[in-house]
């Protein structure tokens, strides 16, 4: 386990037959259904609304935020504050660029729908740090 400022605990759970498509590393919060439900994921749902916020708030591409879930690692942690009517998750991830962004995402159906976007902070750029060094150590993680 990775102790972190930005969440308490990171836990290293078994690669899925799946492998390559979403990060082996998640915290302790989310259990094994995100990864199914990821892997059930056929695209993204972008409409006018939130594709365009995105861009002119933080000026994140509605592309580099589909990116960040596939480049390594994508730390993911389940969002109960903000899960009442549907569940939202916040990851951390990164563009194949090497941009490190902050994510709010929920599934709806088969369709990851991207809420919200930005750069990460100092404080979640760390503990993105931590993961990667840990694959790092052991690439088996």
């Given at each position: 386990?990775?102790?972190?400022?930005?969440?308490?605990?990171?836990?290293?759970?078994p690669r899925p037959s799946w492998t390559g498509?979403?990060?082996?590393?998640?915290?302790?919060?989310?259990?094994?259904?995100?990864?199914?439900?990821?892997?059930?994921?056929?695209?993204?749902?972008?409409?006018?609304?939130?594709?365009?916020?995105?861009?002119?708030?933080?000026?994140?591409?509605?592309?580099?935020?589909?990116?960040?879930?596939?480049?390594?690692?994508?730390?993911?942690?389940?969002?109960?504050?903000?899960?009442?009517?549907?569940?939202?998750?916040?990851?951390?991830?990164?563009?194949?660029?090497?941009?490190?962004?902050?994510?709010?995402?929920?599934?709806?159906?088969?369709?990851?729908?991207?809420?919200?976007?930005?750069?990460?902070?100092?404080?979640?750029?760390?503990?993105?740090?931590?993961?990667?060094?840990?694959?790092?150590?052991?690439p088996g993680v």
């Open positions: 386990m990775i102790k972190s400022s930005w969440s308490t605990e990171i836990k290293e759970l498509r979403i990060s082996r590393v998640y915290t302790g919060i989310v259990d094994d259904d995100i990864y199914k439900r990821l892997a059930r994921s056929t695209g993204f749902e972008w409409d006018e609304g939130n594709a365009p916020k995105v861009m002119t708030r933080q000026n994140v591409s509605s592309g580099e935020c589909e990116q960040a879930f596939f480049v390594e690692p994508f730390v993911v942690v389940f969002d109960a504050r903000h899960s009442s009517k549907e569940g939202r998750w916040q990851a951390l991830g990164q563009t194949t660029a090497g941009r490190g962004l902050f994510l709010v995402f929920t599934i709806r159906g088969t369709l990851i729908r991207v809420i919200a976007a930005r750069d990460m902070n100092r404080k979640e750029r760390e503990v993105y740090g931590e993961v990667k060094a840990k694959i790092k150590e052991d």
